[in-house]
């Protein structure tokens, strides 16, 4: 028997308010990272922006699911005045955006690290 779980919208909108800010700065910082001058290595200099780009577009999808959520959300209180939901596409929607706000955040940090140890 799978237990289906409520949550109270209006936490899960504060959750999802903050992401969204994490993962537009860190769409923003990985973008930020790439100027015009290529590394000194060409293979090197592909890798990284290869990396950075993954980067991007994982911060970039989860913006999205954020919005996506809000919208959704909107929806949800509209149309019924309870404090507890139990929306199963938000919380897919949920479990998809945070968890490629985690994985942005990683490729992000190995990012920030190469620029001050210079590994590549």
Excluded: C
């Amino acid at each position: 028997m799978v237990r289906r779980m409520s949550f109270i919208l209006k936490h899960a909108l504060e959750f999802n308010k903050f992401t969204v800010g994490l993962a537009a700065a860190g769409l923003a910082y990985v973008s930020s990272l790439f100027g015009a001058e290529p590394l000194s290595n060409p293979t090197a200099s592909f890798l990284v922006r290869v990396i950075g780009t993954a980067g991007i577009a994982l911060f970039a999808v989860s913006v999205l699911y954020g919005i996506l959520i809000m919208g959704r959300a909107t929806k949800l209180t509209q149309s019924d005045e309870k404090d507890r939901v139990d929306d199963e596409l938000m919380k897919t929607w949920g479990v998809r955006h945070s968890s490629t706000l985690l994985v942005g955040l990683f490729v992000a940090a190995l990012l920030m690290l190469n620029k001050i140890w210079r590994w590549i």
